[in-house]
């Protein structure tokens, strides 16, 4: 997968932002069936601040977030629980993803887990958020759930979700 990334919070460069989601949207892409190397998708690693001010804009919410991503398309299912449509691959530009230090930083601090192995969860999701997923609805959430923890745990990684 091609990650064009720009890095807005230098603390971002001790973990190798760039590296990290890589690695990570190349696992949720191989695990549906795409070809990694086929595809694009936009990196910001940024602060609280930043995504604060990208969540007010772009989802009316006045707070800090994780990740926030932007599809390049609609790739969403009208039925709960569908698999989404593969992206046409004559258009390989995903979209975005905006990922914030601080609150990535205290999430993985409260879940006693390193700092990288959250962010990469991060990348996954948003990732998957990029090829239609979602988890507004029980049955999508269920989907995209399976699906991330999948993914994970073929990486090495613990279950998120798991209690």
């Excluded at 070809?35 to 602060?47: K, N, R």
């Excluded at 959250?118 to 958020?129: E, G």
């Excluded at 991330?148 to 998120?160: N, R």
């Amino acid at each position: 997968m091609t990650v064009d990334c720009l890095i807005e919070d230098p603390r971002w460069d001790a973990l190798d932002l760039e590296a990290l989601a890589v690695v990570a949207s190349d696992a949720a892409l191989t695990e549906v069936g795409l070809e990694p190397s086929v595809w694009e998708i936009s990196l910001m690693g940024c602060d609280d601040a930043r995504i604060a001010t990208l969540n007010a804009d772009f989802r009316g919410k006045q707070t800090p977030t994780n990740v926030l991503s932007w599809p390049s398309d609609e790739r969403g299912v009208a039925v709960a629980g569908e698999m989404p449509v593969a992206p046409d691959p004559a258009d390989p530009e995903l979209g975005d993803i905006a990922i914030a230090f601080e609150t990535c930083e205290a999430e993985a601090q409260a879940a006693a887990k390193p700092l990288t192995e959250h962010v990469t969860h991060l990348i996954v999701h948003a990732t998957l958020h990029l090829l239609g997923y979602d988890h507004e609805r029980d049955d999508d959430a269920t989907l995209m759930e399976a699906l991330e923890t999948q993914i994970l745990g073929k990486m090495g990684l613990d279950d998120p979700y798991r209690t």
